[in-house]
């Protein structure tokens, strides 16, 4: 399985992979075109997305700060996306451990990540791979 690194020419790629996981969940989403041109600022900034496939068929989206409590940094999975038909065939997993590598390599000392409660798939994967749940996640709009 390749998983590489995306550049900004990658952004409509990735935001019709983005599109296509909140329409799949029902989540509320904006255009493509307007995802697209918020990935490529904050691939500017924070944000690294790594891509599995050729299609690309899959993501992971993080993003990486200055930690408060550590002198690492601290890195947030924001995404993980696998298209439907590929799911089960290890890109979810190639593309936690690339990310998990990358962090490393970027100098962060841990990574959190939230599941929703009802996405059993998702969950057994992050455990499978050494995450465990610590906390209940709150949120809420402004």
Known sequence: MTVRRATAKDADAIARLLYDFNTEYEEPTPAPDVLARRVRRLMAADTVVLL?????????LMRLRPSLWTDGLECYLAELYVVPALRGHGRG??????????????????????????????????ERVGFRPTATYYERGL
Request: glycine content about 14%.
């Open 52 to 60: 599995a496939g050729g299609g690309p068929d899959g993501l992971a």
């Open 93 to 126: 997993r190639a593309l936690i451990e690339a990310a998990l590598e990358l962090a490393r390599e970027r100098g962060a000392d841990h990574i959190e990540l939230n599941a929703d409660e009802g996405d059993a798939a998702a969950r057994a994967l992050y």
